[in-house]
Every structure is written in structure tokens, then in C-alpha cells.
């Protein structure tokens, strides 16, 4: 099916379309978002503002991804939604519904054969290639809002590549607690020079977006923001000599309790019975394969 | 049980529409009795969406099921489908029909006080014995007055308020559906952003004002409510062709306040002038938008920088969005648990420091 053909079926009253545009928005703001994804990929890690659209879900739950996946989408895309990793969290899913009823196009749970994986607070365990497109949902778009609320500075600060206080905030978290504690949403410097927030993802995932194959976008809807890794980029969280960036540690022998991996990012969970901690892989897709694999 | 353990999301989502949806005993009102009955409700959907269209408004209502936050992000959501078709000719406020009109400022004011449909000297009694059916109020029937002289333009020419902004250089006004509102933001952006602002969070934010977080307690030269007429320029002929008419309520409000103010015509000390326009009859939002316009000016004049929170203007055009402030807000539903995960890590590891230093 073409994209004209599903135009035609979108008019209301004629064909058996929805009464919507194709991929909800209409052309012409999609061209916009496209416009400014295009420019936010040519200066990587630079907030490019946008004309954000209010979206059918509340701002907040991942309308500037969505906004995203909508421009990108068409015939013959296939798109993957997860949320802390798994396809079927309600936000997830609720993605997949939407997407898929407004834009007709294939969905699937296996990131292999995704062209468009959009994402909260997780990057898949499975490498993704040059081919496919992961769009990030970010709710806070400024990696400065922890040490400057005020966009109107942060902006300049950005202007002038002036992260002073962003270092003093870690050296001053080393000095009272002895190491970093910044957890998810660290912050990293990309293609060496803006300072960008990689959205609340796990430390885990952060050096998966270093010089990765495929094109990253992150879309904040409700700040009216568009960023973007391109392919190939470096991508260096912020650390010091002395105090390394590290990722999440798990207890020594924890392993998935479904799959026995001990090498992905694993939920924390509390069996009602026994009152004993146990884990899971947090990429239920990926978590599934492996256990379909050791059969 | 989990929300996310099991396959079983989308199932769950549904059961909880149904569940949601049931109206036991019967069926609640019907958009025409929204419409007609609550008006008010109809009137702030609108306004906080930004879009005018009481029909569609009263249908959000009635889908929200009276959760007007969540009506006017229904409206605004589906506003984002349409294209833009074009901009109207700017609105002259003076040919609004009014069905209101107070100005506070002096006891007898050329052309009148108009007190029109209000129950502002009606006295609060909850009425046991009235019929339970929504009534239509009266602001749809009355003809209401044409052009009445405005006490600003008769401060303006005595020289105690200041003139009027120069128009702002460019094509034409800023267009918050499609762009990101910058701060400092145009004179277009700002007001544009407060007339769809969120009700409460501006009466909050304009009450901290008048208590003294802030200079600005202003006198309403003009409070105006009305039929504007709405006109777009002819595509072949070029002249305005009128295309309906839009409820609003005006306010213009006039003070000077512990050193600030505007300048006269002459540049000589006047009082500054702060703006409302909503759509519908949202009384306190436009009193509250006037106080926060002058607020905003006010702050930005200050060597010192703004005396409270309404007088900055990032922090009050920043979080009276009501779709962004509830959506936002409400987001924190949705888990989080692997970013919790990560916070406990970190919270461990800074345990594990302390114990070791202590021991």
C-alpha cells in the first residue's frame, strides 16, 4: 500500500480509513518535525526547539517520541515499542496500538527486525544496526536542569560550552559522598562539545550510544525539544581521572532468573513466598530469545 | 500484580477503559446539555485549548466526564491534526458586542457600567430546590451594546497611562502552535501563552502578586465581556469578509506600584497597563492574565530582577500550561523502575563508602 492510498482512506467519510490523517499529524507539521530532526542531526547533541504538537497521549508519556516515530513512519516500516525494556509495560503498548492504528504499519517484538524502535529509559541488549533508527522519549531535554533550572541560562551556558558547573556538581558528589551519584541520565559530551542528557536511561546502556551504527533521535514533546546522535558519533559520559564513570553493579552471581544471563541489565524483584531477592532481564524480548535458545 | 510482568498490558488497558467508561443507572448529560447548561465549563475547555469550538468543547466534557483538564487536552489534541488554513485580520476589541462591562476606576464612567449576566452579587446559597437539569444561561441571548468609549484611551489622552507597544517588527504574530516559545518571549508569544494558560495556576500566580510577592495591584480601567466579531481577508478581493463571532471576556488594568510604571506620551511617570483577552467567560483567568502581563513587564524593568515568582516571566509562562503541568505531573504513574534501579545502585554504593570509613 502506497502513502496516497492510505491519504485516500484517511478523508473522512470516503474508503473505510480512520478519519485521520495518516500518522495523525497532519503533512505539514511533519515536514517540520523532519525539517528540525534534520538539523539536529547536522550539530549532534544540540537541543533544537520545535513547534511540539499536543499528541493523544498527555504530555509527558512520550509524545516527543511519538511525534517522532509519526514523521519517520510509512509503508513498509516496521516499529518496536518498549518501555524499562519490555514490549508489553502499558505505556509500551499503548505506543505499538497507536502507531500501528494511525500509520498501519507492521509492529514486532524482535528489535532485529525493527526499522524504528522508540524507547523509554532503556537501549535494547540487541546491537542495533546502521539500518534502524532508535527514538528516544526524554521528559527532561536539558542535561544542565539539575545545576541551572532556568532555560534562558542554561542555553547560554550551552552557547559558550560552559559546563563548569555541571563538573562542579560531580567533583562536589565525589567530596561529599565519596563517588558520583548521579544514577540514570548521566550526562555525556558527544562529538566532543555539547554537553547532552542521554535521557533517563541506565548508566548500563550509556556506552552503547558510543560510536553505535544507527542513527539515535530523542524527542521531548512537552520542552519542545528534538536531539540527535548520529551514526558513528562518540558519545563520553563525563568523568574524572581518578573517579571513572562505571555502570550498575549486580550483586556477585546474580543471574536472570528465566534465561540465567548474567551479562544484561537486570530488574530487582522480591518473590512474595520466600521473601528472597531475585532478577530478570529487563529487555524482555531479548530475555525470551536466549530462553528459546538454551531449549 | 505487576504492569509490565506479564503479557497481559493491552488487555489490562482495555479493562480499564470499560471500567472507566460504565455509567451505572443510566447515561450522564448530553453534549447539548453541556453546551447550553455548562457554559462555564465549555468556556474554559476552550480557552485552555486554544481553540474555539463550544460544540466540540461540550463533546471533551462529556468524554472527560466533568475532568475539565482533561477536556482541554482532548480539544488541543485533536486540533493537532489540522492543518493551519490561515490567520484571521486582527480583531479590533472595540467592535466586540458586549453583554458586560465594568470599570472600577471611577464612579460614573462615560458610557456606563453594564452588569449583564453574573452572579457576582448573588449571594452563595446552594439551591436545595432546584430543578437538577443543567438551564441555559442568559449570555446567549442578550443583544448586547456596541462601541463604548474606554476609560484607558481617556487616561491615555490626560496622560496617566502609558501609550500603547509599537507594533513588532516582522510579518505577523508569533504562532505558539507552531513554534517554541523562547524567553524573553515577544509581546504576541507571551500573550498568547497566558490566554491559554491553565486558570488556577494563573489565579495562584496573580494572587502572590496582589499579596505582595510582587509590586503589581492593579485597578481595572476596562473589564469587557463580549461577541468579537472575527474577520478573514478575501482571497480574491482582499477585503475582510466576517466569519462569526468568538465570547470573550477584556480586561485592561492600569497601576503604578512601588517604582514601577510605565512612561506617558511626553515620557513624563504614567501608569502601566496590563492585558487580558480569553476566550468565553473566564473572568478571574483574564483579570489574572492582565496582573501577570504587568507582573512580567514589571520584573524585566527591575535592575534587581523580578520581586516574586509572577514577575518572572519563565517561571509563570513555563508552568501555567495546564495540558504540560497535569501531563507532566501525572507521568510519574508510569513506571520507573529501571531508573530506580539505578538510583538504588548509587544510594548502595555511597552506604557501602560510609560504612567502610566509619568502620
Known sequence: MTVDELLRDAVPGLGNGPGYNYAFLDEL????????????????????????REMPLARGWGTGGLQLSLSLVGPGDTYKAIDQGADASVNAVNMRSLVSRMAEVETTLDARDATIVQTRHRIPEEPLRGDQILVFQVPIPEPLERVEPRISRARRMHAERDYSKMWLFLYESVAKHGEVTVGARYPVVVNGSYLMDPSPIPRWDVPKLHHAPNLALFGAGREKRIYAVPPHTSVEPLEFEDYRFRVESFPRGAHCRRCGSDDTFLDELTDERSGETYFTCSDTSFCDRRLEERR | MAYTAVKGGEEAIKA??????????GSGPSVEEVEGGLRYAVDSVMSEAGLYAP???????????????????????????????????????????????????????????????????????????????PQPNGAGTT??????????????????????????????PFDLTREALAVPASRSGRLQSLSRGEAGAMTALAYSSLRGYGAVHPTLAEFR????????????????????EVLCTEVEAVGREMGYGGEGEADEPAMSLGYG???????????????????????????????????????????????????????????????FQSSLDRLREVQRKAAQVDG
Open chain 2, 16 to 25: 480499564a477503559e470499560m471500567l472507566e467508561d460504565a455509567a451505572p443507572g
Open chain 2, 225 to 244: 465581556t463580549g461577541y468579537l466579531p472575527v474577520r478573514v481577508e478575501h482571497p480574491h478581493l482582499g477585503e475582510g469578509v466576517e466569519v462569526g
Open chain 2, 55 to 133: 460544540r466540540l468543547a461540550a463533546r471533551a466534557v462529556v468524554q472527560a466526564q466533568g475532568d475539565l483538564a482533561e477536556a482541554a487536552f482532548l480539544l488541543r489534541a485533536y486540533r493537532s491534526t489540522l492543518p493551519r488554513a490561515g490567520y484571521t485580520q486582527t480583531a479590533d476589541p472595540q467592535e466586540m458586542r458586549l453583554i458586560r462591562r465594568i470599570s472600577s476606576t471611577f464612579k460614573d464612567v462615560p458610557g456606563g457600567q453594564l452588569l449583564g449576566p453574573t452572579r457576582d452579587y448573588s449571594q452563595r446559597l446552594l439551591g436545595l430546590q432546584r430543578a437538577e437539569k
Open chain 2, 143 to 172: 443583544d448586547g451594546e456596541g462601541r463604548l468609549p474606554r476609560v484607558t484611551d481617556l487616561l491615555r489622552e490626560a496622560g496617566m497611562v502609558e501609550g500603547p507597544e509599537p507594533r513588532e517588527p516582522g510579518a505577523g
Open chain 2, 277 to 339: 483577552l480569553v476566550f468565553g467567560r473566564c473572568e478571574r483567568k483574564a483579570i489574572s492574565m492582565a496582573i501577570l502581563d504587568a507582573a512580567i513587564r514589571a520584573g524585566a524593568e527591575r535592575e534587581q530582577g523580578p520581586a516574586g515568582p509572577a514577575e518572572d516571566e519563565e517561571f509563570v509562562l513555563y508552568h501555567a500550561d495546564g495540558i504540560e503541568a497535569t501531563g507532566f505531573v501525572e507521568h510519574l504513574k508510569l513506571p520507573h523502575y529501571v531508573t
Open chain 1, 29 to 52: 507539521s511533519k515536514r517540520e518535525l523532519r525539517r528540525k530532526t534534520l538539523k539536529a542531526v547536522s550539530i549532534p547533541g544540540h537541543q533544537v526547539p520545535f513547534g511540539s
